[in-house]
């Protein structure tokens, strides 16, 4: 069952504006983590934020987390055009032997206009 | 440093065909992730291992996906017999040994097309 949804499902934004990537969950979680994926390729891990956390920054990119209402937004300033991807918001709530396992949500589909 | 690698990066094969993907994770990563990858539901995770051992299934669809890791540096997903419905981006993905949460390294894809 898909655990985190992602809002919107598409965005599409001027260079240089900031974009907003907002992602929901259903249970209690240990982390959650963002991955971009150009088209084509495979995803790329951006952030993770712990349960415990409120806000974490990297570069451009800002995460929120609101465990109250199993809620994170990921932020990206300043977008460039390579910021062009999807976007995609991954929990993971249990380590089963020494692995975890992440849930993917259905992704944002940013587009930077230059 | 070569990150996960997936072979072949394209596989066009007629219904009824065996197919065969393979990946080798990064050098030292424990753990091992498949998953599949369409538009209609979007990332699914087909099977994890831990140290070679498969320790969740659930997400194979059917009895025609199976899943080796013979040793610590290749693991395969074979469809026997495949099907039109299987089409789609598979990927394969690691996460080093730690005792922590740790983000996961994709490989490129292998698009799989069944005609």
């Known amino acids: 069952s898909q655990q985190g949804e992602e809002d919107p499902q598409a965005l599409s934004i001027q260079e240089g504006e900031n974009a907003t990537m907002n992602c929901s969950y259903k249970t209690s979680i240990n982390n959650l983590q963002w991955y971009r994926q150009n088209s084509g390729r495979g995803l790329v891990h951006l952030i993770l934020?712990?349960?415990?956390?409120r806000e974490k920054h990297s570069g451009r990119l800002r995460v929120t987390l609101d465990t109250s209402k199993k809620s994170s937004s990921l932020l990206i300033t300043a977008s460039r055009a390579a910021d062009t991807a999807s976007y995609f918001c991954?929990?993971?709530?249990?380590?089963?032997?020494?692995?975890?396992?992440?849930?993917f949500g259905q992704g944002t589909r940013l587009t930077i206009n230059p | 440093d070569a990150g996960v690698i997936q072979s072949p990066r394209h596989e066009v094969t007629e219904m009824g065909q065996e197919v065969t993907l393979r990946c080798k994770p990064i050098?030292?990563?424990?753990?091992l992730f498949w998953y599949r990858q369409t538009m209609m539901r979007g990332l699914e995770l087909l099977i994890y291992?831990?140290?070679?051992?498969?320790?969740?299934d659930s997400g194979m669809p059917e009895d025609r996906f199976s899943a080796k890791m013979p040793n610590a540096s290749f693991s395969t997903l074979k469809i026997q017999p495949s099907e039109p419905r299987d089409s789609a981006v598979y990927f394969c993905a690691s996460t080093p040994r730690t005792s922590g949460y740790n983000e996961q390294f994709f490989g490129p894809g292998t698009r799989l097309t069944v005609l």
């Open positions: 934020i712990r349960s415990n956390e």
């Open positions: 050098s030292g990563h424990n753990s």
């Open positions: 991954a929990t993971t709530s249990m380590k089963i032997q020494g692995a975890q396992k992440l849930v």
């Open positions: 291992f831990n140290n070679n051992v498969p320790i969740d």
